[in-house]
């Protein structure tokens, strides 16, 4: 069976990977074509060009890639006509995926294509569930109140549960225990982990505010060691900010994310998936976030929910403090993380309403991958195992 899979930022990467690797299980005798980055490379992915070329966000942000972008839409649905799948998998970065799939649909392709990672149209509004349930036969959600934003008559539509949930053993090993030796972090230290996104223009931003305020927090905590997971494409910007910083600060791969995560005491982070991740261990942390102001104009005047982050609007209601645009300073990050690490009640309180929002993510079906790829194989490729 011939597969095309296409992914467009890193979390995308971390999903098709996880596909990936599960359909192989299923299908030994699996060709895959598509696009993708290092982690869908492992799983034997050669990408038709690099993922970063689609790596952008915000309006500001596109402008400028707009042509790159077109081109690239282009060149991705004739390559599917020209080799011509059984199945296409377009995982979120919607804006993109429905532009190509509108182009192989007018094009006259034929085949199954499904979408994983559904659109926020919750928080945006319904104009992308029309346009997503005319060109494709599926939609996979990882969110449990997205399907019902979808519901027609003979389209597909179901909730497969969220990857972060099983994506992370959140046990102690030998590994993790030996984590501040190999990285040269004092056993007493108070370890703060930032995250400062994914993309070029995040990191940007939100670098300094974070590492600003964290200077302000030494003050009060003299012990502080901070460490920074990051991707390689960033890792000479972020090394030039640190050495501006008079307390430790460590730079670390992905790879050794969850083992960072299990010796953390507290975290700060750009919105994303990264706080299903966060909420997986046992630390408190807030979400700080900066765009362009144009970006954030538009998004307010659209915006359907009141948070931005998924735990809060899991809950309806703030359990993750949220510093959005003109609040996100390393002064008001400095007050915000010092007040829930100092209070120990607002704490707990914390870890009691994150565990009730992570309740609401699980499948009794399975974990994400395997209830995605089953249900893809038994209701989309029935004859694909034959």
Not at 8 to 37: C, M, R, W, Y
Not at 216 to 232: D, M, R, S
Not at 260 to 266: E, G, I, R
Not at 358 to 370: E, F, I, V
């Amino acid at each position: 069976m011939k597969l095309f899979i296409s992914c467009a930022e890193p979390s995308g990467d971390i999903i098709a990977s996880e596909v990936l690797a599960t359909f192989q299980k299923h299908l030994p005798s699996l060709s895959i074509n598509g696009i993708g980055g290092e982690n869908s490379k492992r799983q034997g992915l050669t990408s038709l060009f690099p993922v970063s070329d689609l790596t952008v966000h915000g309006l500001t942000e596109v402008i400028p890639k707009a042509l790159q972008i077109l081109k690239r839409i282009r060149q991705t649905a004739d390559h599917i006509i020209a080799t011509q799948p059984d199945l296409v998998i377009t995982i979120d970065a919607f804006d993109f995926h429905i532009r190509v799939i509108k182009r192989l649909r007018k094009k006259g392709f034929k085949g199954k294509v499904v979408h994983l990672v559904a659109p926020a149209v919750w928080a945006w509004g319904g104009g992308r569930a029309a346009k997503l349930m005319r060109y494709y036969d599926a939609l996979y959600c990882l969110l449990p109140f997205e399907p019902a934003y979808f519901q027609k008559t003979g389209f597909k539509v179901m909730f497969v549960g969220n990857p972060v949930l099983s994506r992370f053993s959140t046990d102690n090993n030998t590994s993790s225990l030996d984590f501040c030796a190999r990285h040269n972090i004092a056993n007493n230290a108070f370890i703060i982990t930032v995250l400062p996104g994914s993309r070029d223009s995040e990191v940007k931003r939100l670098s300094d505010e974070f590492l600003q305020s964290i200077a302000l927090l030494h003050k009060q905590l003299p012990n502080v060691h901070v460490v920074i997971p990051t991707f390689p494409q960033f890792s000479a910007m972020i090394g030039e900010k640190i050495n501006q910083y008079h307390f430790p600060i460590t730079m670390i791969t992905q790879d050794e994310k969850v083992d960072c995560f299990l010796n953390t005491h507290f975290a700060i982070a750009a919105s994303g998936t990264v706080a299903l991740e966060l909420s997986l261990f046992d630390f408190p942390f807030i979400i700080a976030y900066k765009a362009s102001k144009l970006t954030i104009w538009i998004a307010r005047k659209m915006a359907k929910v009141k948070h931005i982050c998924l735990i809060n609007i899991l809950m309806n209601k703030s359990i993750v403090p949220e510093l959005i645009q003109e609040e996100c300073t390393a002064k008001n990050i400095y007050d915000c993380s010092l007040e829930l690490i100092k209070d120990d009640t607002k704490t707990k309180q914390f870890h009691q309403d994150k565990k009730a929002a992570l309740a609401l993510l699980k499948t009794p079906h399975g974990n994400m991958p395997d209830c995605f790829v089953e249900n893809v194989i038994k209701e989309i490729l029935p004859d694909s195992s034959k």
